[in-house]
């Protein structure tokens, strides 16, 4: 089992920076990718991007330029920071991992760009 566990969201105003935190525990060989999704209210969930072991990450289009995965290994974290937020960036953001072929959720944080 994985547990992933989400820390940085918060409120933000437009223009501001957040930096999100996933950080996975639990029994695991190897993490082979770590990544983000969003859902706004009323929306689908969508990723955001994700980062493979020993790859760049790789994002969504609509997600390039602003955002940025990285990831430290040894620590089984994968972080996001997020520049230029925009209102449309409000989401619940969920953090994911995929080991052995089976996807692993967090809860989510709570991220609202509002002024």
């Known amino acids: 089992q994985v547990q992933l566990v989400e820390s940085g969201g918060g409120l933000v105003q437009p223009g501001g920076s957040l930096r999100l935190s996933c950080a996975a525990s639990?029994?695991?060989?190897?993490?082979?990718?770590m990544g983000w999704y969003r859902q706004g209210r009323g929306k689908q969930r969508e990723l955001v991007g994700q980062i493979f072991t020993g790859r760049s990450p790789n994002y969504a289009d609509s997600m390039k330029g602003r955002f940025t995965i990285s990831r430290d290994t040894a620590k089984n974290t994968v972080y996001l920071q997020m520049n230029s937020l925009k209102p449309e960036d409000t989401a619940v953001y969920y953090c994911?991992?995929?080991?052995?072929?089976?996807?692993?959720w967090g809860q989510g944080t709570q991220v609202t760009v509002s002024s």
């Open positions: 639990g029994s695991f060989g190897s993490i082979t990718a």
């Open positions: 994911h991992a995929l080991v052995f072929g089976n996807i692993y």
